[in-house]
């Protein structure tokens, strides 16, 4: 049994890369909760936390600094909101793509251009993400 013959590696890498994100689009589950739970989320903060100013020191300074609540809440709850869609999308796309990525290595592909290819992939929608929840948080 003959393996057939590799791709070169600057073909293999935007393929890879096309598997995967492709991979990630078809998260649907993880889209919902992009649409759903980013504005919930802002939502509750916004009921929840008063425009009450936090003071706090800032040593490196020496000054003491004061901040919205509300606001310094909506930027922690969308630096949450992320982290939680990311990983989630990123343990989907890592467990559905098992089988593929076992018969791309077969294929000749390297793994460690896969791992390339998936950390882009990751690294595409963790920004569209962000940018998704920044829009959100300036309407």
Excluded at 13 to 22: I, K, Q, S, W
Excluded at 60 to 72: K, M, N, Q, Y
Aim: aromatic share 10%; hydrophobic share 60%.
């Amino acid at each position: 049994m003959t393996r057939a013959d590799p791709q070169p590696v600057a073909r293999q890498l935007p393929t890879a890369f096309g598997f995967e994100l492709r991979n990630q689009t078809r998260n649907r589950l993880a889209w919902t909760l992009l649409g759903l739970f980013i504005p919930a989320w802002y939502l509750f903060m916004l009921l929840v936390v008063s425009h009450k100013p936090l003071h706090f020191k800032l040593f490196s300074a020496g000054t003491f600094l004061r901040a919205d609540g509300r606001e310094l809440s909506l930027i922690t709850a969308g630096m949450n909101s992320l982290t939680l869609i990311v990983g989630f999308a990123v343990f989907v796309a890592v467990r559905r793509a098992l089988q593929l990525d076992r018969r791309l290595v077969f294929a000749g592909y390297r793994r460690s251009l896969l791992v390339a290819a998936k950390s882009l992939a990751t690294i595409v929608v963790a920004i569209v993400v962000a940018v998704y929840a920044a829009v959100v948080l300036l309407v």
